[in-house]
């Protein structure tokens, strides 16, 4: 009994950590603060590019009014999609916590309530990817090419984490390693 409720436990705690790291650091691909980036939660006047009023790519772009003000909008329409939904994701986690913890913890339950955070985090990743095909339906041709060499440079700055990461887990999750 106490070998398989170890057991149990171990599982569990092997889920969590496997969300965990696939949860990845905290902005996602598009316009916006992740979850508990910045000090303005989702987003953020930052909008997932390291500046907290976006100045630098409004300025690089050459962003008209009119653009700068719908880019805000969408920044507002994203973090009222996000808030409800990390609000969600946050009380899940601490249930998972609580199981985790309890007297005779149910792997299986425990199991279930991490398919439900996972899949809140895919409506979180999907909210951003359509909010950053917004933003760039936005651009000129030309502001999309200066955008896009923006978003190469910031990822060889950054280490690349949000798309090399993104694509590691992909891998994970169907069995592939990584040869190096």
């Given at each position: 009994m106490t070998r398989n409720l170890t057991s149990m436990f171990a599982a569990a705690l092997l889920l969590i950590a496997a969300a965990a790291s696939a949860q990845g650091p905290g902005r996602g691909p598009?316009?916006?603060?992740?979850?508990?980036?910045?000090?303005?939660?989702?987003?953020?006047p930052g909008m997932g590019i390291g500046m907290r009023d976006g100045s630098c790519l409004i300025d690089y772009l050459g962003l008209s009014d009119e653009q700068v003000a719908a880019w805000q909008n969408l920044r507002d329409q994203l973090h009222a999609t996000l808030e409800p939904i990390r609000e969600q994701r946050v009380a899940l986690h601490e249930r998972i916590q609580a199981a985790l913890t309890s007297e005779g913890a149910d792997a299986c339950a425990v199991g279930q309530l991490m398919v439900?955070?996972?899949a809140l985090g895919d409506q979180m990743r999907a909210a951003r990817e359509a909010n950053q095909t917004s933003?760039?339906?936005?651009?000129?041709?030309?502001?999309?090419?200066?955008?896009?060499?923006?978003?190469?440079?910031?990822?060889m700055c950054r280490g690349d984490r949000g798309q090399r990461g993104a694509g590691m887990?992909?891998?994970?999750?169907?069995?592939?390693?990584?040869?190096s």
């Open positions: 598009g316009p916006g603060f992740g979850p508990g980036d910045g000090p303005q939660g989702p987003g953020g439900q955070a996972h933003f760039v339906a936005l651009l000129t041709a030309e502001q999309q090419t200066k955008y896009q060499q923006f978003k190469e440079v910031r990822g887990r992909r891998g994970r999750a169907q069995g592939r390693r990584s040869s």
